[in-house]
């Protein structure tokens, strides 16, 4: 057995719409070895490791239903195990994951094997030790693995439950994560610790553990001060203890003179009751507690010892909403059993966990227990009178074995104020009271009692899952008060995917947003924008992207590029859209990442929306695009279509639904709108600019798509109109998206199409333009792409132009040399053209040049280019002497210098023809008369 491949996808996928890891799990001959075969032993073993698996209902849809798959008939395969025993080891983590699904692939014995998980190291690990564990259970002859000793389940599996929990969020983070998601609040978890961010954009709020960003950072240095904090408290009539802030040993013999025995010791700035010394009587004892304590903070504090039960009193936004009495970590004894015994039988209680695995936590007889033993005259083996309470120790913490009750319902009215107040005092929006006294139904004013301490961070699984009591929810305060029912909590997200046009349509609708007065946040192919100027350079269309763009603060609305790789690769990087829009499904990247055939392809795509809220955006005029829609459930289903005598967009317009058409006028072609019965004129498409006059009928697309979502996010009429008349593609705007040079006497046209869809789009505009001289053309085809889909790029612009130049990516991609571009005229050959109008310059500066060079007054040449910004400067700065060219400010390519600075090679001087034949080595080129 042996995991081929890993795909942890961190949002909706092609296999789920929630996070889960995909194994591509190889069981080499074990294929041949299912379940009933293996025999009961191995049944037997499996579910005495994890008897959970008892529950698991697989296909049947119940509790049983796994163990019937393993044992019945010819049983399940190890691929199948492998997924159930991964979710029930997060299971009894405390991590609560209940999906997987198994398929086989067309490999014999290969399977894609997928599961939920919460974190993603605690999901690989699971992985890890369910394949160990299956191992240890087949026959010694059909171990895959050699352990390094005797595999010990017990072991691995606390250690796995201890790594889990040191990666996992705290129960206080989760439970207000859990609130938030009740809320349909997203969240984002910002480092491996408890800082989460709620919400997304410029409605986010920030939480780490119980702290909120609203936290005052002078109430948790005050609420972190034990000395300031008795004063303040002090100062306000509220009950403290007396106390004093020592240093040394002797100062805290003295303190403890002066304040009278009974005292306690505790460090200045400690928590979770580290180094706390109670009940202390003599002078010995204190100065062994202040040694202990100052191994904790330099500074310890003395206070008087108030006798009563220790509660926690929690305050949220100006409001007591829990109580709860806490008793420290005990056994009781039964005068037959030894100290040790007892906790055994306790420890036993399926409440208690590892950490914070689950509402309690396990007794351990660790050094500080053994201290407060040996202070009794009891060691482990000591066996105590029935009856008797042997705590194990001194403070009452979750964390450490203690027990907690909730007094909520009945805590006295004064009590509740006296915790109010005295958070009030502090600062704090979040924070807890500790509060000793003998009967919490009681005033403080009459029964006495003290605060010893309030808490800026405090815990809240005392709370939501007491020991005794009603659990109370004290997270969902906490989300109400940074989220005020009714407010917003995030920004609209929108959302574009398809083969062809993402970029243009994602930018546009970005532009529109902008001139609508938003600051959007814009994920492409060329990089992260936020309010229009480039953050993150690269191709940034994967799930990291998109959650460098939800976490910025300064974004109103966020305009995601949604490209195939990261889909594959990752998913998406939040669980829902409130626009999605396909805008087509063509061949490209067929044969990669087992996506082969357009309908594959149309599913990995469809995920966009599958998780669409308020709007599908859908190109009526893709056969595929249309399937799409039987799989959405977003409020409103749009269609773009540009047939205005689409018989299906027809009936939809009918019935009430929303499209977008374009319909032919006494003016030329209108973009049309329709929506609940309305017909509303948007804009001619000789006004959009990108549309050079309307001939860019792919652009007229896009502008479509970008109306079709900008309408279906809420945005005025004028302001869509607004968008679309100040959108150009030029360099600036748009970098490789049929960006024009008009100043030398030929036109140039620079487009990253790289697919025979894309590229056809660019030749049929070429044959709509006005030329009076040649179409020259620098054609090319990214080399990991399949031979036919570079023959359909050549067959594409094949008859098209006077002149063509193949050439290669500078990236080979598994290519040889100059593979691409010998397929390349190989096929225009096949197709008729000349071989006289065939060059082939490999590499791509060269053909730019060659292309250049070639062009005279009136030609067209269209050149689709690789690395973008070299060849926008090949163009720009192209002169026949040789000499660099003054550029305008229009075409100038966009600043940031450092990131887009022009390498060495783009700025050496320009070759000219005879020596590009000399460096191509022989390949035959354009004669140098060839005009």
Same mark, same amino acid.
């Given at each position: 057995m042996r995991i081929l491949e890993r795909s942890v996808y961190v949002g909706p996928s092609l296999y789920a719409h929630f996070p889960v890891i995909r194994l591509e799990f190889d069981l080499g001959a074990l294929e041949e070895w299912p379940t009933t075969r293996l025999g009961g032993a191995f049944v037997d073993g499996l579910l005495a490791a994890l008897p959970g698996l008892q529950e698991h209902g697989c296909s049947y849809g119940e509790a049983g239903g796994f163990v019937r798959r393993m044992t019945e008939d010819e049983g399940t395969w190890l691929g199948h195990v492998l997924e159930h025993v991964a979710i029930e080891l997060q299971n009894v983590a405390g991590i609560r994951v209940t999906f997987g699904k198994t398929r086989g692939t067309d490999r014999p014995g290969v399977y894609d094997v997928v599961f939920e998980y919460e974190h993603k190291d605690e999901g690989l690990e699971a992985a890890?030790?369910?394949?160990?564990?299956?191992?240890?259970?087949?026959?010694?002859?059909?171990?895959?693995?050699?352990?390094?000793?005797?595999?010990?389940?017990?072991?691995?599996?606390?250690?796995?439950?201890?790594?889990?929990?040191?990666?996992?969020?705290?129960?206080?983070?989760a439970s207000i994560v859990q609130a938030a998601e009740a809320r349909d609040i997203p969240w984002i978890r910002l480092n491996s610790q408890s800082l989460i961010q709620l919400g997304y954009g410029r409605f986010q709020q920030r939480i780490q553990a119980t702290v909120t960003g609203r936290t005052s950072h002078i109430a948790v240095e005050l609420a972190s001060d034990k000395e300031e904090t008795n004063k303040i408290l002090s100062m306000i009539g509220l009950p403290v203890p007396k106390q004093e802030l020592v240093q040394s040993a002797d100062a805290a013999a003295r303190a403890a003179r002066r304040i009278g025995y009974p005292v306690v010791v505790k460090p200045y700035n400690g928590n979770h009751g580290r180094a706390v010394a109670i009940h202390l009587n003599t002078e010995e004892a204190v100065r062994t507690a202040f040694t202990v304590a100052q191994e904790v903070s330099r500074s310890v504090l003395v206070e008087s010892f108030i006798t009563g039960d220790d509660h926690r009193l929690l305050v949220v936004n100006g409001e007591l909403v829990a109580a709860t009495r806490r008793t420290p970590g005990h056994v009781v004894g039964d005068g037959t059993r030894t100290i040790a015994e007892l906790i055994g039988i306790v420890n036993q209680d399926p409440r208690r966990g590892i950490g914070h695995e689950k509402v309690l936590t396990q007794l351990d007889l660790d050094s500080q227990a053994m201290r407060l033993l040996e202070k009794k005259g009891y060691t482990a083996e000591t066996v105590p009178p029935a009856g008797e309470i042997v705590y194990l120790r001194s403070t009452a913490n979750l964390s450490t074995g203690g027990t907690a009750t909730d007094v909520t319902d009945v805590i006295h009215p004064d009590n509740a104020e006296m915790a109010v107040r005295a958070i009030k005092a502090i600062g704090l929006d979040v924070g807890g009271v500790d509060f000793l006294c003998d009967d919490i139904t009681q005033s403080y004013r009459k029964a006495g009692g003290a605060i010893c301490e309030v808490n800026a961070a405090p815990g809240f699984r005392m709370h939501s899952a007491p020991s005794e009591g009603r659990p109370r929810d004290v997270a969902t305060p906490v989300i109400d008060m940074l989220f005020p029912v009714g407010t917003p909590t995030t920004v609209p997200i929108a959302a574009v995917t398809g083969t062809n046009g993402k970029t243009t349509t994602a930018r546009m609708l970005a532009h529109i947003?902008?001139?609508?007065g938003l600051t959007p946040g814009l994920t492409t192919t060329d990089g992260v924008y936020i309010d229009g100027q480039r953050t993150v350079e690269g191709d940034m269309t994967g799930p990291v992207a998109t959650r460098t763009v939800l976490s910025d603060p300064s974004i109103d609305v966020a305009v995601l590029?949604?490209?195939?790789?990261?889909?594959?690769?990752?998913?998406?990087?939040?669980?829902?859209?409130? $626009?999605?829009?396909?805008?087509?499904?063509?061949?490209?990247?067929?044969?990669?990442?087992?996506?082969?055939?357009?309908e594959h392809l149309a599913e990995v795509k469809r995920v966009v929306v599958e998780v669409a809220r308020d709007a599908a955006v859908l190109n009526a005029d893709d056969p595929l695009c249309l399937k799409m829609a039987s799989y959405t459930d977003a409020k409103s289903l749009c269609y773009v279509t540009m047939d205005p005598a689409n018989a299906l967009v027809r009936e939809h317009i009918r019935a009430g639904g929303r499209a977008v058409s374009l319909e032919t006028g006494v003016n030329g072609q209108m973009i049309t709108i329709?929506?609940?019965?309305?017909h509303i004129p948007l804009l001619w498409t000789h006004l959009i600019p990108a549309t050079m006059e309307g001939r860019a009928l792919h652009n007229v697309n896009n502008a479509m798509f970008a109306a079709a979502m900008a309408f279906s996010l809420g945005m005025k009429l004028e302001t869509i109109r607004q968008g679309l008349r100040t959108f150009d593609t030029t360099f600036f705007q748009a970098p490789g998206r049929t960006n024009v040079f008009n100043e030398h006497p030929f036109k140039v046209i620079l487009d990253y199409g790289h697919n025979a869809h894309a590229v056809e789009a660019m030749t049929q505009l070429a044959g709509r333009l006005d030329v009076t001289g040649r179409r020259i053309v620098v054609i090319a085809g990214p080399g990991d792409r399949r031979d036919e889909d570079i023959r359909d790029i050549a067959r594409t612009v094949a008859g098209h132009f006077d002149h063509y130049i193949c050439r290669r990516d500078d990236a080979l991609r598994g290519r040889d040399g100059d593979e691409v571009p010998r397929l390349i005229a190989k096929t225009l050959a096949a197709?008729?053209?000349?071989?006289?109008?065939?060059?082939?310059?490999?590499?791509?500066?060269?053909? $730019?040049?060659?292309a250049l060079r070639m062009g005279r007054s009136g030609d067209l040449l269209?050149?689709?280019?690789?690395?973008?910004? %070299?060849?926008?400067?090949?163009?720009?700065?192209?002169?026949?002497?040789?000499?660099?060219?003054?550029?305008?400010?229009?075409?100038?390519?966009? %600043?940031?210098?450092?990131?887009?600075?022009?390498?060495?090679?783009?700025?050496?001087?320009?070759?000219?023809?005879?020596?590009?034949?000399?460096?191509?080595?022989?390949? %035959?080129?354009? %004669?140098?008369s060839d005009d």
């Amino acid at each position: 057995m042996r995991i081929l491949e890993r795909s942890v996808y961190v949002g909706p996928s092609l296999y789920a719409h929630f996070p889960v890891i995909r194994l591509e799990f190889d069981l080499g001959a074990l294929e041949e070895w299912p379940t009933t075969r293996l025999g009961g032993a191995f049944v037997d073993g499996l579910l005495a490791a994890l008897p959970g698996l008892q529950e698991h209902g697989c296909s049947y849809g119940e509790a049983g239903g796994f163990v019937r798959r393993m044992t019945e008939d010819e049983g399940t395969w190890l691929g199948h195990v492998l997924e159930h025993v991964a979710i029930e080891l997060q299971n009894v983590a405390g991590i609560r994951v209940t999906f997987g699904k198994t398929r086989g692939t067309d490999r014999p014995g290969v399977y894609d094997v997928v599961f939920e998980y919460e974190h993603k190291d605690e999901g690989l690990e699971a992985a890890e030790l369910a394949i160990r564990l299956i191992d240890s259970l087949l026959p010694e002859s059909l171990r895959t693995r050699k352990e390094s000793g005797a595999f010990d389940f017990a072991r691995e599996r606390d250690t796995f439950i201890r790594f889990a929990q040191r990666r996992a969020l705290g129960p206080s983070t989760a439970s207000i994560v859990q609130a938030a998601e009740a809320r349909d609040i997203p969240w984002i978890r910002l480092n491996s610790q408890s800082l989460i961010q709620l919400g997304y954009g410029r409605f986010q709020q920030r939480i780490q553990a119980t702290v909120t960003g609203r936290t005052s950072h002078i109430a948790v240095e005050l609420a972190s001060d034990k000395e300031e904090t008795n004063k303040i408290l002090s100062m306000i009539g509220l009950p403290v203890p007396k106390q004093e802030l020592v240093q040394s040993a002797d100062a805290a013999a003295r303190a403890a003179r002066r304040i009278g025995y009974p005292v306690v010791v505790k460090p200045y700035n400690g928590n979770h009751g580290r180094a706390v010394a109670i009940h202390l009587n003599t002078e010995e004892a204190v100065r062994t507690a202040f040694t202990v304590a100052q191994e904790v903070s330099r500074s310890v504090l003395v206070e008087s010892f108030i006798t009563g039960d220790d509660h926690r009193l929690l305050v949220v936004n100006g409001e007591l909403v829990a109580a709860t009495r806490r008793t420290p970590g005990h056994v009781v004894g039964d005068g037959t059993r030894t100290i040790a015994e007892l906790i055994g039988i306790v420890n036993q209680d399926p409440r208690r966990g590892i950490g914070h695995e689950k509402v309690l936590t396990q007794l351990d007889l660790d050094s500080q227990a053994m201290r407060l033993l040996e202070k009794k005259g009891y060691t482990a083996e000591t066996v105590p009178p029935a009856g008797e309470i042997v705590y194990l120790r001194s403070t009452a913490n979750l964390s450490t074995g203690g027990t907690a009750t909730d007094v909520t319902d009945v805590i006295h009215p004064d009590n509740a104020e006296m915790a109010v107040r005295a958070i009030k005092a502090i600062g704090l929006d979040v924070g807890g009271v500790d509060f000793l006294c003998d009967d919490i139904t009681q005033s403080y004013r009459k029964a006495g009692g003290a605060i010893c301490e309030v808490n800026a961070a405090p815990g809240f699984r005392m709370h939501s899952a007491p020991s005794e009591g009603r659990p109370r929810d004290v997270a969902t305060p906490v989300i109400d008060m940074l989220f005020p029912v009714g407010t917003p909590t995030t920004v609209p997200i929108a959302a574009v995917t398809g083969t062809n046009g993402k970029t243009t349509t994602a930018r546009m609708l970005a532009h529109i947003c902008k001139m609508g007065g938003l600051t959007p946040g814009l994920t492409t192919t060329d990089g992260v924008y936020i309010d229009g100027q480039r953050t993150v350079e690269g191709d940034m269309t994967g799930p990291v992207a998109t959650r460098t763009v939800l976490s910025d603060p300064s974004i109103d609305v966020a305009v995601l590029e949604i490209a195939r790789g990261g889909l594959l690769r990752a998913g998406m990087g939040t669980r829902y859209v409130n $626009v999605g829009a396909v805008l087509n499904v063509r061949s490209d990247h067929l044969g990669m990442k087992g996506v082969d055939t357009l309908e594959h392809l149309a599913e990995v795509k469809r995920v966009v929306v599958e998780v669409a809220r308020d709007a599908a955006v859908l190109n009526a005029d893709d056969p595929l695009c249309l399937k799409m829609a039987s799989y959405t459930d977003a409020k409103s289903l749009c269609y773009v279509t540009m047939d205005p005598a689409n018989a299906l967009v027809r009936e939809h317009i009918r019935a009430g639904g929303r499209a977008v058409s374009l319909e032919t006028g006494v003016n030329g072609q209108m973009i049309t709108i329709y929506d609940k019965g309305a017909h509303i004129p948007l804009l001619w498409t000789h006004l959009i600019p990108a549309t050079m006059e309307g001939r860019a009928l792919h652009n007229v697309n896009n502008a479509m798509f970008a109306a079709a979502m900008a309408f279906s996010l809420g945005m005025k009429l004028e302001t869509i109109r607004q968008g679309l008349r100040t959108f150009d593609t030029t360099f600036f705007q748009a970098p490789g998206r049929t960006n024009v040079f008009n100043e030398h006497p030929f036109k140039v046209i620079l487009d990253y199409g790289h697919n025979a869809h894309a590229v056809e789009a660019m030749t049929q505009l070429a044959g709509r333009l006005d030329v009076t001289g040649r179409r020259i053309v620098v054609i090319a085809g990214p080399g990991d792409r399949r031979d036919e889909d570079i023959r359909d790029i050549a067959r594409t612009v094949a008859g098209h132009f006077d002149h063509y130049i193949c050439r290669r990516d500078d990236a080979l991609r598994g290519r040889d040399g100059d593979e691409v571009p010998r397929l390349i005229a190989k096929t225009l050959a096949a197709e008729g053209v000349p071989e006289s109008s065939i060059s082939i310059i490999a590499e791509e500066q060269a053909a $730019v040049e060659a292309a250049l060079r070639m062009g005279r007054s009136g030609d067209l040449l269209l050149i689709f280019g690789d690395e973008i910004v %070299r060849s926008w400067k090949q163009i720009i700065h192209f002169q026949a002497d040789g000499a660099l060219r003054p550029v305008t400010a229009e075409y100038a390519v966009p %600043r940031p210098a450092a990131v887009l600075a022009p390498s060495a090679a783009a700025e050496a001087a320009p070759h000219d023809l005879t020596t590009l034949v000399r460096d191509e080595r022989g390949v %035959r080129l354009a %004669r140098e008369s060839d005009d």
